[in-house]
Nanobody, 114 residues
Framework: VQLVESGGGLVQPGGSLRLSCAAS????????MSWYRQAPGKERELVAV????????NYAESVKGRFTISRDNAKNRVYLQMNSLKPEDTAAYYC????????WGQGTQVTVSS
């Protein structure tokens, strides 16, 4: 299993970013996928989950209405569109899969600051 995130960076409050996760080594189209984040000094938290066909999604309360998780099963990619970003969204964001155990990507840093 390999998960490789990209798309992080520095953005001003109110701005947008789109994270991407390239997945390989497993049957992507059959697997629920998720995004987590971890801010300095805090525990890693679930941000969003998308079902394998992509019709079911779930979000942390703190990001509902601002973030959108999506997937492209033809490209083996999962995305996180983040709008109306706030300083408290600053964190390392991780793509994740549970397949007998939890797998993580290396993470991509998102910093929201003016």
């Amino acid at each position: 299993v390999q998960l490789v995130e990209s798309g992080g960076g520095l953005v001003q409050p109110g701005g947008s970013l789109r994270l991407s996760c390239a997945a390989s080594g497993f049957t992507f189209s059959s697997s629920d996928m998720s995004w987590y984040r971890q801010a300095p000094g805090k525990e890693r938290e679930l941000v969003a989950v998308i079902s394998s066909p992509g019709v079911g999604t779930n979000y942390a309360e703190s990001v509902k209405g601002r973030f959108t998780i999506s997937r492209d099963n033809a490209k083996n990619r999962v995305y996180l569109q983040m709008n109306s970003l706030k300083p408290e969204d600053t964190a390392a964001y991780y793509c994740s899969l549970f397949l007998f155990r939890r797998y993580w990507g290396q993470g991509t840093q998102v910093t929201v600051s003016s």
